[in-house]
């Protein structure tokens, strides 16, 4: 009997799991890209997907096709993340990471008020891709076709990320501001130029997010996505800041982990889910401060 069986985990648990941890890794490699160029750590990224799942809500509520809803929430992400960066962020570019850090969190509560003073808490359906949810059997799994769709679209969207990191001119310079963004101005790199670049990137990442987590749970409130946000947060910190891919990794491994705990837990006993996961976090953090998948020992981001 394998050790998963044991505590009652199935091939069900695992699919689903495996999704959660797409969804996620999405969402860090975001919140890690951004990170790279500015070193600032984006409290506000969760809404930036809520404000992608209002979109879909009010496309679907005009009953408008699910094209123009899904290009409504790309251009409405995207827009609400450039405003973001050009409006706060970059007057306070010069500024220690403290004061970035509260900025974030300033702007995070800022837009959370508005979505409820606007769209009241009772919250609104986006109900137009309802139909993902409907699973598919195989053998004796039901898999959500949105667990299929989170999978290929992280899996792509990380392809066509590595693609531009590693084979555009733009993609070079994000790279080189990530090692040492002073000494890559210093050799020619536009930072507006790699900052909104990173930016922009990392709010088509959230409209991805926002259209996949609508048809996990299509009842879109304030706070929709806050939770996810913390939970990625903690997977990036626990994967290691200082490097794309291993932030990347964290949010996968976190969402799995996730995934693992919530199949394996019985149902009345689903609260205890978040002290499981974030004592896992500081364990983790404990033994491997940098970073779980960070190379050696490097030096920490402490904020």
């Known amino acids: 009997m394998s050790l998963l069986a044991v505590f009652g985990i199935g091939w069900q648990v695992l699919v689903d799991a495996v999704g959660l941890g797409a ?3 999405l969402m860090a490699v975001g919140i890690g890209l951004v990170f790279g160029v500015l070193r600032l750590v984006n409290f506000a990224y969760g809404q930036l997907v809520m ?3 209002y979109a879909l809500a009010f496309a679907s509520q005009w009953n408008w096709p699910l094209w123009a809803a899904v290009l409504f929430c790309v251009a409405v992400v995207v827009s609400l993340s450039l405003a973001m960066e050009r409006v706060v962020f970059r007057p306070l570019r010069s500024q220690s990471p403290a004061v970035m850090l509260v900025a974030t969190f300033a702007v995070a509560f800022l837009l959370q008020s508005i979505a409820l003073l606007a769209f009241g808490p009772l919250g609104k359906a ?3 891709l309802g139909y993902l949810n409907r699973p598919l059997t195989i053998g004796s799994v039901d898999i959500r076709k949105i667990t299929i769709v989170a999978i290929v679209v992280a899996a792509l969207c990380l392809g066509l990320l590595m693609l531009l990191l590693g084979r555009t001119t733009v993609g ?3 790279r080189a501001a990530a090692m040492d963004f002073r000494t ?3 050799l020619g790199v536009r930072a507006d130029r790699v900052i909104g670049s990173a930016v922009l990137v990392s709010g088509l990442l959230a409209a991805a ?3 996949i987590l609508t048809v996990q749970n299509p009842l879109v409130t304030p706070d929709f996505a806050l939770r996810d946000t913390i939970v990625v947060l903690a997977g990036v910190v626990v994967g290691g800041m200082n490097r794309l891919l291993s932030a990347t990794l964290g949010g996968f491994a976190i969402g ?3 995934g693992l ?5 019985p149902t009345d006993q689903s609260q205890y889910l978040p002290s499981f996961l974030f004592g896992l976090v500081i364990l983790v953090l404990l033994v491997r401060p940098a970073g779980l998948f960070a190379r050696g020992r490097g030096p920490v981001e402490r904020v």
């Open 256 to 258: 799995f982990v996730s």
């Open 184 to 186: 890559a101005r210093l």
């Open 126 to 128: 986006a109900s137009s």
């Open 23 to 25: 969804v996620y890794a």
């Open 172 to 174: 070079l310079h994000m």
């Open 209 to 211: 997010v926002s259209v």
């Open 51 to 53: 404000a992608g799942a």
């Open 261 to 265: 705990l919530g199949g394996a837990l």
